[in-house]
């Protein structure tokens, strides 16, 4: 679709680790097949996309892994027009697993550096289950590279089982350091951790798409302009959909909320973020004229160019 591909776009709503292809993998550990690959990444549900994601994290073991796998993973935004990016960095992972995360963020620093189409900028990301205390930590990290492109700070994991409300001095404490909140809410958890995150004081809302279950929210998302990353593929591939017909995204828009379309875990769901305009325009009906503005949006929303 040339509209698609034509569009200068960007990417708000990506983890560094979610995007690692199979030939990535096989670049990472030249031992692995294929047909374990294949095995590996299959999944159904949230749990079982958990799985998966900490088998392919467990291929990271150097800083110049991550290097590799930025610098790739930048290749082919580029091939795609998508000339900014704000990258999820799994801190929490590197932290629970004692790497040594200020060389790890100097080898993505230096990979994104080395490259002049796409425009990166950090958001570092706790692990939510991991509690506060761990949170803390990271945001501690964050905001001693507020200086060095990392501009926000965000929760994923397991929204169910760990509440955004565990986390009010941590976001207190990130938004003291001059930087911007991003969690996850509304993936898997219903309307009221998407209200949490807004209390307390989320600039933007990763996924989000329960947020369609309570008119009230919805228009509390329209009249402060706050913008739902939604992330279709992800969402139906880790169950947090049922089927693809049953996913908010075009009454969401229709709402007026605002919305940026994203990858996730391109890597793990098999998809781009091309792919992902692609399937708004099939299976929603979203026009040349709302893709545009959604592109437009994902600028607009950036925090780096704010």
């Known amino acids: 679709m040339s509209l698609v591909q034509d569009l200068r776009k960007a990417e708000l709503h990506v983890h560094l ?3 690692i292809e199979p030939e990535t993998l096989c670049e990472l550990n030249p031992s692995l097949s294929a047909d374990e690959i294949s095995r590996r990444c299959v999944f159904r549900d949230f749990t079982g996309f958990l799985e998966a994601y900490k088998w392919t994290v467990g291929h990271l073991r150097q800083p110049e892994d991550y290097a590799l796998i930025t610098r790739r993973f930048l290749e082919r935004l580029a091939a795609q027009n998508v000339t900014y990016v ?3 960095l799994s801190v929490g992972v590197m932290v629970s697993r004692q790497r040594d995360t200020a060389a790890i963020f100097d080898a993505v620093s230096e990979a994104a550096a080395s490259q002049r189409t796409v425009r990166v900028r950090w958001i570092f990301d706790a692990v939510r289950q991991f509690g506060a205390a ?4 990271v945001a501690e990290l964050a905001a001693e590279r507020v200086s060095r492109g990392v501009v926000a700070f965000g929760i994923g994991g397991d929204e169910l089982a760990a509440p955004v409300e565990w986390f009010g001095d941590v976001f207190r404490f990130v938004c003291e350091s001059g930087l911007k909140l991003a969690p996850h809410a509304g993936e898997t ?4 951790s998407v209200k949490a995150a807004l209390r307390l004081g989320a600039h ?3 996924h989000g ?3 369609i279950e309570d008119a009230g929210l919805i228009a509390e998302l329209r009249e402060r302009d706050i913008p739902l990353e939604v992330c279709i593929s992800s969402n139906v591939a880790t169950g947090s959909v049922r089927d693809l017909s049953r996913h908010p995204v075009r009454r969401l828009y229709d709402a007026g909320v605002p919305l940026v379309l994203n990858t996730d875990d391109p890597g793990l769901f098999r998809t781009s973020l091309n792919a992902e305009y692609e399937l708004a325009s099939r299976e929603f009906g979203f026009s040349e004229r709302e893709l545009e503005e959604i592109a437009a949006n994902s600028f607009r929303f950036a925090f780096g160019l704010q």
């Open 17 to 19: 680790e979610g995007s």
């Open 134 to 137: 761990a949170a803390k930590r």
């Open 86 to 88: 704000e990258i999820n």
């Open 209 to 211: 798409i329960r947020s």
């Open 204 to 206: 933007r809302i990763g």
């Open 189 to 192: 958890a219903g309307p009221d």
